[in-house]
């Protein structure tokens, strides 16, 4: 009889759903005496919040389901109770209070660490947030803007959010007029105000990336495609270093190739705007208006040999933030 020989396989997939588990943890702490003297043992493992008997997986699962998926704390409870675990209203109300004091203590000294940093990536994003009104679509939904601040040196990321406003006020609020360095940013007018007198001591870089895109969108147009080209170069151009360089040897390599390139770039960008064949609203004409807006901000990237051509740098962070917030 022959043998059977393996000719390919097939593979099935089964999904199986494992609801939410507890696990008690004893850790025993012994007490010794040694030459008239009482020592005690120290727990192995610490619990965020003193005297608490509930770490910190303990804690954010709660806080997920209270803040993210927007379950009030009763139902919070049921749920535990019905995988095996019962939880007392007061010390879920006590663990949700003692973590929100906890992170807004954190929250400030995140805040102090990032803008001790002399060049910060922002950005801001909407997202939809349940409300406990309804829209005209009779929706308890609206838009709502949470910000991000990435210092490029300490990597760090903090979100913060006023009520899903995106004005101007929430920038200022957290960059006050005393700071040093550069902010670099999309094209909201709202970051601007960098460049005014309120901010004597910072300068404001602006995203090539977000300058780009407009025309991307105009692709297969070939004025459109001039300008990719020579945003391009200027990437090109910049990776064209030796590992090796000193910041000294970047920033003199930034200098040299990079001005002839913007001059270029900016006299083609005013060609295309005041053109006989463009339209003053037009979208080539509305991209060429954007990017030149921004000229002067997407050059100052060669001030310096760490400053980046764009922000793309704080965009990952914005995917780790879940798509709704509650607001009570």
Known sequence: MEKSKVIGYTDSILYKFIPG???????????????GKVYSGKAIEKAPLLNSNYDSSFIAGMLQLRFIYAMPVERIINYFTENGFELAKP?????????????????AVLKKLILEDDYICMDETYYTILTGEKNDDGKGVRKGYIWAALPRHTQLVQFFYENGSRKQEVFTDYVLPDYEGAIQSDGLSNYKVIETDMYPDAIRLSCFQHCKRKFLELMPDSQAEEIIVMTNLLYIKDHEREPDWTPEQILAHRQTYAPPILQQLKKRLTEIRQGSNTLPKSPLAKAANYMLGQFDALSNYILRHDYDLDNNAIYPNFFIITTFFVIN
């Open 21 to 35: 588990k507890f696990i008690k943890h004893i850790s025993r702490q012994y007490n010794c005496v040694m030459d």
């Open 91 to 107: 010390t879920a109300h006590g663990l949700i209070r003692k973590t929100a004091f906890m992170m807004e203590r954190f929250d």
